[in-house]
Nanobody
Framework: QVQLVESGGGAVKLGGSLRLSCAPP??????MAWFRQASAKAREGVAC????????FYSESVKGRFTMSRTDADNTYYLRMENVKDEDAGVYYC?????????????????????WGQGTQVTVSS
């Protein structure tokens, strides 16, 4: 089973910024997505990098504020959060699948992805 490890979570002030990291196995090229889950809320797709061309898809709630990226050297994925809002609080997960998957579908379907990390918590203070 593929192992994913998220890190970088913590407390951030309203309007502040934070960067989350995800370390997948080496030579992972099936695509990667970031999801988040607030207390008592459904898991929500945040961003997804397509396996084919690296195209990144964002949810409307974070578009323009969050940026997903990847470091080629160590195959590490990041989620840069800027101008955070109260609703950005929650546990963030990086997730993927054993085979290539389409971000257009996966970003709205967490159950379509079968490899998840333990998550990293983000709290927002006013």
């Amino acid at each position: 089973q593929v192992q994913l490890v998220e890190s970088g979570g913590g407390a951030v002030k309203l309007g502040g910024s934070l960067r989350l990291s995800c370390a997948p196995p080496e030579r992972h090229h099936t695509g990667m997505a970031w999801f988040r889950q607030a207390s008592a809320k459904a898991r929500e797709g945040v961003a997804c990098m397509d396996y084919g061309d690296g195209e990144i898809f964002y949810s409307e709630s974070v578009k323009g504020r969050f940026t997903m990226s990847r470091t080629d050297a160590d195959n590490t994925y990041y989620l840069r959060m800027e101008n955070v809002k109260d609703e950005d609080a929650g546990v963030y997960y990086c997730t993927t699948h054993q085979v290539p998957f389409p971000c257009q579908i996966a970003i709205n379907s967490p159950m379509s992805l079968d490899v998840w990390g333990q998550g990293t918590q983000v709290t927002v203070s006013s």
